[in-house]
């Protein structure tokens, strides 16, 4: 196989980059291969699903990841090869002081390597192992990938609700303070309370401006997780979100699942297989350094045509262990299973200690919007209240408004607790490293089981 160059031109690759597009043939395939209706393609619109499947496509992370895969597999097939034949021969001339019959001397010799242990099936074994790893540290940034989209979006919807929220305050500050200038105009108010008002409405404004402002870093930040530069990110729009959505998210854990959470999290998180997968490397590793305590036989026949005279021979061959260094490298094996075994089980106490964290960070935020809600719902409750009064001449609009603004701050302190609490439930299935609505499905199931034995 010839050697063919393929240098790096880094403008060429940064135009490619930026030239990553939604109508690429083979991104229209991927996606029917993975089972997206074909009707919904090109996308419409950007929802947790899209930015998930197309980031899985485009990001660069997960390019360098397949390619380091594809490099392991590759190693599979090198450790599957037997030892190669070897072949050698010489040539020589005498000066026949001897009375040699023919001047000339030449000799041909095969070397036929033997394993006397099975190591190439071993070998075999510790390259799928490492493939193994390399699987899933692949599953892994696909893994994070749909996890830092989902906190960006949820990010992005709260920065946008937090928007409508501000303006609403900066809309109802602007009355009162409208209502109050008219007020001291006529002797009515004084200065001082104009002065407070007029400086919270400076605050709302102000912060305002700054969530305005940044409504373009979150489409750039949820491109960047696309792996799709700006431009073609803002093609299609981003899907709003709904109360449905919000519902779909929430789970309520009991005790006994919060218990299932932890051994889910102790069985299948990527980094719990990975680890299991390098110390079953390691393990390959030290069966290897055994194995070759009995070294390898070549044997070598040869043919020798010698001055006249033809000589047949069959040689054998092997390595002889005179300084007895393979106790060493056996121990060195064993070492470093055991500090795979020793990290192993460091890795499932970390794990215990984030899912129990993580859950109960989950619980909390379940606990705050509920309160929230309720706080809201008590505000609503008096603004009905305050609405009849008004109504009835028991109080002027000044105070209606303040109402409002009241209603108005508790629906905000509601909106924060409730993106909170999907941000929580996002970290909980980050935790865990897959949907909890698998949980949902299994503890279903678990339940419908347990009715029906007998």
């Not at 083979?26 to 996308?43: C, M, Q, R």
């Not at 070759?292 to 020798?304: N, R, V």
């Amino acid at each position: 196989m010839p050697y063919i160059a393929k240098p790096i031109n880094a403008a060429q690759s940064a135009t490619k980059l930026s030239k990553k597009s939604l109508s690429d043939p083979d991104f229209k395939t991927y996606l029917v291969k993975n089972g997206v209706d074909e009707a919904s393609i090109p996308f419409q619109s950007w929802d947790i699903d899209t930015l998930t499947h197309t980031a899985l496509f485009f990001h660069s992370d997960l390019a360098v990841a397949k390619e380091k895969l594809a490099l392991t597999e590759h190693s599979i097939q090198l450790a599957e090869m037997k030892p190669s034949v070897g072949v050698g021969g010489s040539i020589g001339r005498s000066d026949r002081a001897n009375g040699d019959i023919n001047p000339m001397a030449y000799s041909l010799q095969i070397d036929i390597p033997f394993e006397t242990t099975p190591k190439r099936a071993i070998k075999v074994e510790e390259a799928q192992q490492l493939a193994e790893i390399s699987r899933l540290d692949a599953a892994e940034i696909a893994w994070n990938l749909r996890n830092q989209i989902r906190l960006d979006l949820i990010n992005y919807h709260q920065h946008l609700r937090s928007i409508e929220v501000t303006q609403r305050e900066v809309d109802i500050y602007q009355q009162l303070n409208t209502m109050l200038q008219k007020r001291l105009t006529v002797g009515m108010e004084s200065g001082t309370n104009l002065s407070q008002y007029q400086l919270m409405l400076q605050k709302a404004q102000v912060q305002l401006r700054q969530l305005s402002g940044n409504t373009e870093y979150w489409v750039m930040k949820l491109a960047a997780d696309t792996g799709l530069s700006y431009a073609t990110f803002k093609s299609i729009p981003i899907t709003p979100i709904s109360n449905q959505e919000f519902k779909a998210e929430l789970l309520e854990i009991s005790t006994s699942q919060a218990d299932t959470l932890q051994t889910e999290a102790l069985i299948h998180r990527i980094d719990i297989r990975r680890a299991l997968a390098r110390y079953a490397a390691a393990e390959s590793r030290l069966k290897l350094e055994v194995a070759k305590q009995i070294p390898d036989i070549t044997l070598s026949p040869s043919y020798m045509f010698e001055f006249g005279d033809r000589i047949w021979s069959l040689g054998i061959g092997t390595l002889l262990n005179l300084l007895k260094q393979q106790p060493n490298f056996i121990k060195q094996a064993e070492l470093l299973r055991s500090i795979e075994g020793a990290q192993f089980e460091a890795l499932q106490e970390s794990v215990i200690m984030q899912t129990n964290a993580a859950h109960t960070q989950y619980r909390n935020a379940q606990l705050n919007y509920a309160a929230a809600k309720e706080s809201l719902s008590a505000q609503m409750k008096h603004a009905q209240q305050f609405n009849k009064q008004f109504d009835a001449g028991l109080i002027d609009r000044f105070q209606l408004t303040q109402m409002q603004l009241s209603l108005q701050l508790a629906e905000q302190a509601a909106n924060s607790a409730q993106f909170e609490m999907l941000r929580q439930h996002a970290l909980l299935e980050n935790t865990l490293q897959r949907p909890l609505t698998d949980l949902r499905s299994m503890t279903q199931l678990q339940s419908q089981a347990s009715t029906t034995t007998p």
